[in-house]
């Protein structure tokens, strides 16, 4: 059965890659996803489970590609809330995970976040992503697996730490269209 939900936005967290850094440019590459399955509090009855595909064909890259947002903890209503953006062309899937090379402001009011990130003090990133379908099943003995096969990201955070799996969201924003795809198990 296949239907139109609405959903919000969605966090997860990543991390840096210290040691590729660039002074030069001011940026660092970020693994942003490598897909793996959190638990996600309740949207419709029983919390489940989430998995973000990382096949390439899954995974709409044209935003981040485009020069996405990088932001300080996921404040997307406030200008100065962005410390860069990701360098463009630079988001891919390499080996399963999702990497792109952020490049910070040279404001001054980013400088202390800029040290912090030389320094290996600040190592963890999220992306704020919406989900376009969702594949859902549900494995003997466990919680219902919704699997994105189609998604977008759309910024990537610095954050202190990375998210707590049971969480949930961190911000609500507007809601979009995603298709819940329900895989129908045979009963034995």
């Not at 936005?9 to 991390?15: K, L, Y």
């Not at 949207?43 to 064909?57: Q, R």
């Not at 919704?146 to 954050?159: D, G, K, L, M, Q």
Request: charged share 25%; net charge negative; with cysteine.
């Amino acid at each position: 059965m296949e239907q139109t939900i609405e959903l919000p936005a969605f966090r997860r967290s990543a991390e840096l890659r210290p040691a590729s850094i660039d002074p030069e440019t001011r940026s660092v590459e970020v693994i942003w996803s490598t897909g793996a399955r959190v638990r996600r509090a309740a949207l419709f009855g029983e919390p489940h489970d989430e998995e973000l595909s990382m096949a390439p064909e899954h995974v709409r890259l044209e935003r981040l590609n485009a020069g996405a947002p990088f932001l300080k903890v996921h404040e997307a209503h406030d200008l100065d809330a962005v410390i860069g953006s990701v360098v463009p062309g630079s988001a891919r899937i390499e080996n399963g995970q999702g990497v792109a090379r952020v490049r910070l402001s040279e404001r001054d009011a980013v400088g202390d976040i800029w040290l912090d990130i030389e320094a290996g003090h600040i190592r963890a990133v999220s992306i704020g992503y919406q989900v376009h379908r969702f594949e859902i099943s549900k494995p003997d003995g466990q919680c219902e697996l919704w699997r994105a096969v189609e998604w977008t990201p759309f910024e990537i955070t610095a954050v202190p730490v990375g998210a707590d799996p049971a969480a949930g969201f961190r911000f609500n924003s507007t809601h979009h269209n995603c298709a819940p795809h329900r895989q129908i198990c045979a009963m034995t």
